[in-house]
């Protein structure tokens, strides 16, 4: 099992093209050899004081496929083509799952690489869900105090909302590391402990989450490369631990 996440950005006119052929890239995606699942996903910046907004300009292109050569013969598809046109930047990546915490999305729950993450590899992060209406003001204010933290937290390397309907909610992150991820869900972050609980049992439903390892990437997304930036921040983490390791005597200051 093999997936793709392509992120593609417009200028002021070039998205509601992409609208426009929403239902022709859907049909596309239905028709290729391979695809066990695949969707449009709009984005969203979860900056701001409501928790999120709509980023109208860039979206994502989120596949799945049976083998690596059946994702291969998927670049060269209409879908990417009509996806892809009129885009002023593009950024795609390839990776494995090695990881589903909980649920399936739309049906799809991989198996996962043998290969288990190592806690010093770098990490996608997916997670899926949607908020009963009822709880949208609680789960906003909560996700932006969530969000508020990871701002400051040293592992995460880029963020993304996605959505693939008018009621779901969704994020796609990079991390530097598996540790780094598990240790600002689980242990560091008490804004997100907070709301582990009733996100899974009363706010949301039909949730999933899944984790990846990283296997290629290419182009930008905003002006940069967050795989290439993660593998790089990993290296440098192992290198400092390494050297931490040699001198326990290193100041504080210069510990990971």
């Known amino acids: 099992m093999t997936v793709s996440f392509r992120l593609a950005s417009y200028p002021a006119r070039g998205w509601t093209g992409l609208l426009a052929n929403l239902p022709r890239i859907n049909q596309e995606l239905c028709a290729t050899p391979g695809l066990v699942a695949g969707r449009v996903f709009g984005?969203?910046?979860?900056?701001?004081?409501?928790?999120?907004?709509p980023i109208f300009r860039r979206w994502a292109l989120f596949t799945m496929f049976e083998s690596d050569s059946a994702r291969d013969d998927f670049e060269?598809?209409?879908?990417?083509?009509?996806?892809?046109?009129?885009?002023?930047?593009?950024?795609?990546?390839a990776m494995a799952p090695t990881r589903i915490g909980r649920g399936e999305w739309r049906g799809w729950r991989p198996e996962v690489d043998p290969v288990p993450h190592t806690d010093d590899e770098p990490?996608?992060?997916?997670?899926?869900?949607?908020?009963?209406?009822?709880?949208?003001?609680?789960?906003?204010?909560?996700?932006?105090?969530?969000?508020?933290?990871?701002?400051?937290d040293a592992g995460l390397i880029a963020q993304l909302g996605v959505a693939d309907d008018l009621t779901s909610t969704s994020t796609f992150s990079i991390w530097r590391s598996q540790h780094d991820?598990?240790?600002?869900?689980?242990?560091?972050?008490?804004?997100?402990?907070k709301v582990i609980k009733p996100s899974l049992t009363q706010w949301q439903f039909d949730?999933?989450?899944?984790?990846?390892?990283?296997?290629?990437?290419?182009?930008?997304?905003?002006?940069?490369?967050?795989?290439?930036?993660?593998?790089?921040?990993?290296?440098?983490?192992i290198r400092l631990a390494a050297q931490q390791q040699a001198d326990p005597h290193r100041p504080a200051a210069e510990k990971v």
């Open 181 to 193: 991820l598990i240790d600002f869900a689980y242990r560091s972050s008490e804004a997100h402990k």
């Open 207 to 237: 949730n999933f989450s899944a984790r990846f390892r990283i296997h290629s990437s290419a182009g930008t997304w905003d002006g940069r490369d967050p795989a290439r930036l993660a593998r790089l921040a990993a290296q440098e983490r």
């Open 43 to 53: 984005t969203g910046n979860l900056q701001p004081p409501i928790g999120g907004a």
């Open 123 to 152: 990490v996608v992060s997916f997670t899926y869900s949607h908020v009963r209406s009822r709880y949208v003001p609680t789960f906003l204010l909560n996700n932006k105090r969530v969000v508020d933290e990871q701002r400051t």
């Open 76 to 93: 060269n598809s209409c879908a990417v083509d009509i996806f892809t046109d009129r885009s002023r930047e593009l950024w795609q990546v």
